[in-house]
Nanobody, 115 residues
Framework: QVQLVESGGGLVQPGGSLRLSCVASGSIFGIYAMGWYRQAPGNQRELAALITSGGSMNYADSVKGRFTISRDNAKNTVYLQMNSLKPEDTAVYYC?????????WGQGTQVTVSS
């Protein structure tokens, strides 16, 4: 069993930055992808960024050039650096780990971009 705990959310002004962290506890053997999803009120949950065990990264078009996903294997941690934040980035951000036939979610962390 894997537990994911996110941190780093908060209130930031437009143009500001935040870094989200997701720490995994338990065995992550077999996990092949780690990602950050987000869900704004009234919207479906959507992928923001993904990194595979091989190091490939994918980003939603809306965050390309502004968000960077990275991981620290030694710490079982995945990060999301968010720069040039916009009000439309306001959402609950969820950490997600995928393995073969398995999927784990964190509890979510609120990001609010507002002046």
């Amino acid at each position: 069993q894997v537990q994911l705990v996110e941190s780093g959310g908060g209130l930031v002004q437009p143009g500001g930055s935040l870094r989200l962290s997701c720490v995994a506890s338990g065995s992550i053997f077999g996990i092949y992808a780690m990602g950050w999803y987000r869900q704004a009120p009234g919207n479906q949950r959507e992928l923001a960024a993904l990194i595979t065990s091989g190091g490939s990264m994918n980003y939603a078009d809306s965050v390309k050039g502004r968000f960077t996903i990275s991981r620290d294997n030694a710490k079982n941690t995945v990060y999301l650096q968010m720069n040039s934040l916009k009000p439309e980035d306001t959402a609950v951000y969820y950490c997600n780990f995928k393995g073969w036939g398995l999927e784990y979610w964190g509890q979510g962390t609120q990001v609010t971009v507002s002046s």
